[in-house]
């Protein structure tokens, strides 16, 4: 009876002590997936990555998928100790990633001890950022050239690039994290990290290059359950304007049916007033404030709410509330 090629290969592996190939990889890998009982994760590397369409396209555009390390959480008096910055050519018309233009890696020394915690999340120290400085004509430069601005969680990473570089302040952002449809392809957990295993992905993660590389590495795949294109899928949400919906003063005996309709309370902190809150496409501005008379305000008087109506320049920026 015949060994099964991928039993051959790694008997002959153990002989020869040499390091595997890249079929010889491949067809292990099949073997392990036609079980059924594995998943195998590739590591991403886009000097590698086959899905870059590599062509000329008249009117391509240049986006940026952005990371940033910090010494903590709060943009008004935390730092930037790292930031990581790929930058890609897309046709706007297809939704095709062509190929990385440029990248940009870079510490700052935030002139104070980094935190313990912050240490032990990202593996940065004291040392690796003692006396450096982000290069700024750099940044600046892959700035100037792109036409938009991604990062997973862009409503944290913004507000500190911005900080550190204006230049930003002027360009529109999206954001991997809320403006694909996760839920409706099943997936619950949009950590940057699970992401990557549902495309068969692993990175060195709270390292901000490598985290901006990942989440170009999930622009490149297709949707789980829609097979939709991912980056498509972003950039037909990413600048659409939208109302923040702010349901001020309205009963307590309502919160049940707010929360069930997705809206969120806010306390106030982070400017604006304390209230149950939405954010609706524009369009739907009026259907929202009929649902608001009808099922939530007892005098059928919408008075009271509050609406900031924000494009992709504003959104997830300090300029946002």
């Known amino acids: 009876m015949s060994q099964p090629k991928s039993m051959k290969i790694s008997k002959d592996r153990d002989l020869q002590k040499g390091p595997i190939n890249s079929l010889e990889a491949e067809i292990a890998i099949t073997a392990l997936h036609a079980t059924g009982e594995f998943s195998v994760l590739r ?4 000097e590698k990555e086959t899905s870059f369409t590599n062509r000329s396209v008249q009117g391509s555009k240049i986006g940026i998928c952005l990371d940033t390390e910090t010494t903590g959480l709060n943009h008004t008096e935390d730092k930037i100790i790292e930031l990581g910055v790929v930058a890609f050519e897309f046709d706007p018309m297809t939704a095709e990633i062509i190929r990385v233009t440029d990248r940009y890696n870079g510490f700052e020394d935030p002139g104070r001890p980094l935190p313990k915690e912050i240490i032990e999340i990202t593996g940065i120290t004291d040392e690796m950022v003692y006396g450096q400085s982000f290069d700024d004509e750099q940044v600046n430069r892959l700035a100037g050239q792109a036409t938009m601005v991604i990062a997973h969680n862009a409503g944290f990473d913004r507000k500190f690039v911005e900080a550190r570089f204006p230049a930003f302040s002027s360009l529109p952002w999206a954001c991997s994290v809320n403006q694909i449809d996760w839920q409706a392809e099943r997936i619950s957990t949009r950590v940057l ?3 990557l295993f549902k495309f068969g992905l692993f ?13 170009l590495g999930i622009l490149l795949g297709q949707l789980p359950v829609s097979k939709f294109p991912a980056f498509k899928a972003l950039l037909n949400t990413y600048n659409e304007a939208t109302s923040k919906i702010s349901a001020v003063g309205a009963p307590f005996d309502k919160k049940d049916i707010l929360k069930q309709r997705g809206y969120r309370w806010s306390d106030g902190s982070q400017g604006g007033s304390k209230a149950w809150w939405t954010n609706v496409s524009t369009v739907l501005e009026n259907d929202e404030l009929a649902w608001l008379a009808g099922d939530v305000y ?11 109506r924000i494009n992709a320049i ?3 920026s300090i300029r946002e509330r």
């Open 43 to 46: 590591k991403l590397n886009l």
């Open 193 to 195: 990290e699970y992401l």
């Open 203 to 215: 990175i060195n993660a709270h390292r901000a290059l490598d985290d901006a590389e990942g989440v």
């Open 298 to 308: 007892s005098n059928g008087s919408t008075d009271r709410v509050e609406i900031n």
């Open 314 to 316: 504003d959104r997830f």
